[in-house]
């Protein structure tokens, strides 16, 4: 599944960052990664505006879970 993939491509990603930086880092430094990631799925704008107000490491990839057959649907 092209969003089983992506999500754990993203997950392993915070994690390897995880290990060298704080939470807060992270967060704020993967903004971008995680942007990357949402691009060209569909509604990308929406779930985008949503992934960069989140402070935590949980809420992004929750909120990724709970979306991830939306936001890569094909």
């Known amino acids: 599944d092209v969003e089983e993939s992506k999500l754990d491509l993203i997950k392993e990603h915070y994690d390897m960052l995880l290990k060298l930086y704080s939470e ?3 967060v704020k430094h993967m903004r971008k990664h995680v942007l990357w990631y949402l691009k060209g799925c569909r509604n ?3 779930y985008k505006s949503k992934v960069v107000q989140f402070e935590s490491v949980k809420e992004v990839l929750d909120y990724l879970e709970q979306n991830k057959e939306f936001i890569w649907e094909k």
């Open 24 to 26: 807060s880092y992270v």
């Open 44 to 46: 990308a704008a929406e």
